[in-house]
């Protein structure tokens, strides 16, 4: 069976698939990134991975992988196949896809990790038959993917869609990235975590903790959950305001609270709303496979749009997911 | 010689042109929108409008236009054709492309007025060589429009691009879209205006004077300036943070201040900035006959898209100004 090899590099953990033509998981594999060891061990344990897929998918299929896809976080030059900058894998500019290439053997396509999720959600997830949606994963910090017409804008310099260091609130809390009250900052599941420690007094307590004591009626989770939410709400309507999207889709750790966040941000999206079209407010649906799906979908359009040779002709791959009929620059394609 | 009708309505004034197939201006005209006589008596003058620019170009070329396009400002349904609404010109669902087309015999391309705007700011003015841009004039206003790979991105619904009416002071100004704080109400040059005429006493004052003051060196004037800077530049750190464009191109009626603007403006953006990349801050370089230009450009896209006679092929237009190979919305095709 034709199959790609995907990777989502994370700063905690590390997800490898074997993805079929049709955009399906045929098998899934986990470890820890193991960031502590050091940016070059990471990159090591990178391609030692996507080696053990490689020979679980001969073995299992009989027949090599057509290619690679793989999505890290921080700042990707993806036309160039280079990790230019990830703060918590500390590496600068690895080049990940001429790495990848030399030890797998077939051609690579490198993503940026929210945006190659944000491309999985929108062709086979929450996304589907919306022409354009603003997917934002709430988790450690904030990003965004702008999917446009069955692409993900990546911008001039693949900086395009960072919602979560829009300024909400300009006396707020410092941010790593230099300003001050970032969304990231109030509305993250990191920020409620923090938020919710020192109102429950529990060093212990998360943001998921939170949430159920907002099911439960507490005022002390309620009146953090709430401050969460009124900063989120703020953050994706300046981005509507700006972006004019279908559908936003939210995704991470804190969307997985269910109705207890999007009953509360829909109602909070509407109250601000004036003149703007009110998006469709969603869950993500691919949850944390997005990204490694997203990895297999870039090195599938890697084949339809760079055939390799005889066997990897777009006419040969055929792929039931329907690729991009648009030559603007994709992640995959965005120029630094 | 073969050229095109191209109209530019305004709140107080409206511009038509024939536009050759290179987007030259090979006439213009101009004459009051005359709201104050109603929505219906200025749909008649535009009708009027261009059919004399129709007669104009039949004489001076012994030809027909081949097309026409024309520019409204508000709520506009490029893909049906439709004015949907233009609080400054009272009108709701005027279906100007229909209307236009019966009176001129030609095929019409209705489109919204910043946006085509930024599409000659794109393809002949600022934005030439720049594969992101935002457009943002600063008139009685602020709108923006959306540069990408050649098109202007409308959004799903036609509104993309409203920067004028992101919040930047939560408990600023009350704006006429019923939010408070947009950046409209703070950096228009009506909003400079404002705020000359009071901190100047000078009723008759107007923001080219409070540009003039500032040039000389007026403290009062220096203050007002500097809040309106200050605040524009919150508001374009905020959709470079969310579009990162590779140009930002300012235009409309502050813009004309020049250095008086753009050296503070420069700073104050470069000075918010911090792992973001810093796009080239430029004037628009076409001035009030943007709209106009872009206006003639949708029609000949429209011919070159949509050939309606052996006469109009794209293989006979071929002409001087590169069209978008990109076949995502343009704004002469939003879907509503």
Redesign the interface.
Known sequence: MRHVIALDVGGTGMKAALVGADGALLHEARRATGRERGAEAVVESILDFADELRAHGQERYGQAACAAGVAVPGIVDAERGVAVYAANLGWRDVPLRELLGRRLGVPVALGHDVRTGGLAEGRIGAGQG???FLFVPLGTGIA?A?G??GTI???????????G???VR?QGPACG???RGCLETLASASAVTRAWVTASGDPEADAADCAKAVASGDPRAVRVWQEAVDALA?GL???L??????RLIIGGGLAEAGETLFTPLRAAVEE?V????L?SIVPAALGDTAGCLGAGLLAWDLLATHPTDPDTRPSDTSPAVPHP?????TDSEV?A
Chains 1, 2 share one sequence.
């Open positions: 919306a022409d354009r965004g702008i446009i017409g804008e990546a911008g001039a310099h693949g900086y395009a869609g960072e919602i260091h829009i300024v300009p990235c230099g300003q703020d309507v300046t981005a305001t700006l972006l004019d999207p279908r601000r004036t003149f703007q079209k998006p009929t648009d030559p603007r620059p120029s």
